[in-house]
Each structure stands twice: as C-alpha cells, then as structure tokens.
C-alpha cells in the first residue's frame, strides 16, 4: 500500500450529524492524498445508502459484517456507540483488517485488553481516538516542558466541566448518563483530557479518588420524560506521576459559569496555564499561558504556525485528522506512532483505579 490510497470503511456514519460526520469526515477529506472513503454501514442498508448518497460513497453495505469482510475496504473505522464497540472491533481485527475505534475502545477493562491483545496477535494497526494526545497545542506544551520551560515540574492541578452529566440532557445522549454503556464523564471528557496530560507529563503512580452523584435523576428535554441516573457528576483525583510531580484532579457535570477548563503546570523555574470553553480537550480550542523566571505574569504562548500546517481550521476536525496521518504512516511504515490499543489499555487501567479508589 504504499502508493495506493487507504480505502475507508465506517462503520456508523450519519452524513450531517454526530461526531463521524462533523470530525472524521472533514479531516479525512483533508488528508486525500492518503485516504479515500470508499463506503458505510448503519442499522439498516437504507441508512447506509442514504448516508452513501449524500457522500457520493461507492458502497452501502447491508450490515457492518459485511463491510469488514469487503477486500474493498483498507481500514475500518468504528463510530458508534461504545457498547457496541467490541463486537465491531473484534471481528475487523479477526478479518486482518486495519483499526481505527473512537474512544473509549472498550466497556470496561477486560474488554479493552481483550481487543489489544487480538491486535497485537493479528499485526494490524489498530489505533483509538485520544486526538488530545495529538493536538497541535498539547505536542507544543509537551516541547516546552521537556525544555525546561517550567523547570522542575513540582504540580500540576486541572479543573474542568463535563458538559454533559448534569440533570439535562436529550433522548440521544440519555445512553451516557447510565454507567451500564461505559460512556460517562470518567471515560469521555476527563479520559481523553487525562490522555493529553499523561502524554504530556507522565502516568500516574499512586492515586485516591472519590466520585459522587449527586443529581439521581435527568430530564429529556426533547421527551419530557424524566429518567434514572447513575453515572457520577463530580470526580475528584489526587495522586502522583512518574516524576514524582503532585496531581490534583476535579471535573463536574455540566457547565459552570466560572471555570470549565484550567490545566495547570507548576514547576521550579515557572508556570504553565492550559485553558479552554469545556472538559472536553480532545475537541475544544486550547490556549496556552506561561510564566517564568522574572515574569511578574502570565503571558500568551503562541504556537508556531506551521504545527497548522495543511490541518482542518475547526480544532475538532484538526485533532482527528493529526490521528489519521500518524495512522497512515503507520500502515504505510508498518510503526506504532498513533495512538495505539496498548495505550487504550492503560488508560482503562487508570479509569479502573480510579473507580475502585472510589468504592473504598
């Protein structure tokens, strides 16, 4: 395939809603030097074809097995839910095929290294989506801290909001506000920001946590019904990295009208702020500021320009598309530089702690 463009197959794609249609969708057609989608499959064919027709595809498979056995179809993309990842992702791998899965990759930790270890024994690229891990201003963060920018990192401490989680919601997402699906404000926004922090700063080594939930019930607004809710809407952290550098952790559901994003990195010789509109740093525009030796005061980072080269404006698009490159040369190069499903596996560990921490 080294030539050869990488034929795309998805495996939940809507053409005008949702996360494939308004992230993968834009960034692959930024890379078409290297992908081409070739083809969908929904619930249902006419899904598929309505989907296929609106996006000029070739094919509308009548079902996602289909799809994954088509000698058509390069690299699977799953998209949907999470608890239907496994089944999905399994038989891709089982079938030879490359991966590419949204994350969280599993429901739950078994099923993730379940799935790793199948890629691993298959030899594919299997790749899940933690694009904070990749965001021009989080590998430029990363720079600096190796740099020495705030020398010695001592702490770090980050506050976010989950948007969601709170006791408003619509009946589309209702599916995340019951912990039974493995999509929750632990494994979604504060997953994917602790996948760019960890990158940036190490993993954790030690760590407490408590988790509450504190609204029992959610309103649908588009149903008028009101429905049972047991995924927590705060989680609190504190622990240690690699370093030996302090951590504190708090994210709360919904959104608050003081602080939805603040990441901070504090070390010998100076400070570092992340900021942005929510909790989700995999998808939001990040900014950064910092401050050291006599600095009397934060100052605007600025990121060079050509870290955006050729990449979506959109950061939602961006992010995913800095996936898909890494991706494409790992297919092309046979490496391991996008995210991998051994990374998926750790971050599912760290989920895992936190839960049991919690319980105790």
Not at 210 to 224: L, R
Not at 257 to 273: A, F, R, S, V, Y
Not at 285 to 298: F, P, R, V, Y
Not at 320 to 343: C, E, H, M, S, W
Request: glycine content about 8%; proline content about 3%; hydrophobic content about 40%.
């Amino acid at each position: 395939m080294e030539n050869k463009k990488i034929r795309v197959g998805f495996i939940g794609l809507n053409p005008d809603s949702h996360w494939a249609a308004t992230a993968h969708i834009p960034a692959l057609k930024s890379l078409t030097e290297d992908f081409e989608v070739v083809g969908v499959a929904n619930r249902s064919l006419e899904s598929a074809q309505a989907t296929a027709k609106a996006l000029n595809l070739k094919f509308a498979f009548e079902n996602p097995q289909v799809l994954i056995q088509s000698p058509e179809v390069d690299l699977v993309v799953v998209t949907v839910k999470v608890p239907y990842h496994f089944e999905y992702v399994k038989a891709a791998l089982e079938a030879g095929k490359h991966v590419s899965c949204e994350h969280p990759l599993g429901n739950g930790l078994e099923e993730t290294k379940t799935l790793a270890d199948i890629a691993e024994k298959q030899g594919v690229v299997a790749v899940v989506g933690t694009q904070m891990v990749n965001a021009p201003e989080i590998l430029y963060l990363k720079k600096l801290i190796e740099e020495g920018y705030v020398g010695e990192v001592k702490s770090t401490t980050l506050i976010g909001s989950g948007w969601n989680w709170a006791n408003e919601t619509v009946d589309d997402r209702y599916y995340l506000f019951d912990n039974a699906n493995g999509a929750n404000m632990l494994t979604i926004p504060l997953g994917h920001t602790l996948a760019g922090l960890t990158s940036v700063l190490g993993d954790f080594t030690s760590l407490k946590a408590d988790m509450f939930n504190f609204y029992k019930t959610v309103n649908v607004a588009d149903t008028g019904e009101v429905k049972p809710k047991d995924a927590e809407d705060q989680i609190l952290v504190i622990g240690q990295l690699e370093s030996g550098a302090a951590a504190s952790v708090h994210y709360r559901g919904g959104l608050s009208k003081g602080t939805n994003l603040l990441w901070e990195i504090n070390g010998t010789e100076g400070d570092i702020q992340v900021t942005g509109d929510n909790g989700h740093g995999q998808m939001i525009q990040l900014s950064i500021k910092g401050a050291k030796g006599s600095d009397e005061e934060m100052k605007a980072i600025t990121i060079p320009l050509e870290m955006y080269k050729g990449l979506p404006d959109n950061s939602v698009a961006r992010n995913v598309a800095q996936i898909y490159k890494l991706l494409a040369g790992d297919i092309r190069n046979n490496t391991r530089n996008a995210p991998t499903f051994q990374r998926a596996v750790a971050l599912a560990e760290l989920y895992d702690t936190i839960e049991k921490s919690a319980k105790k």
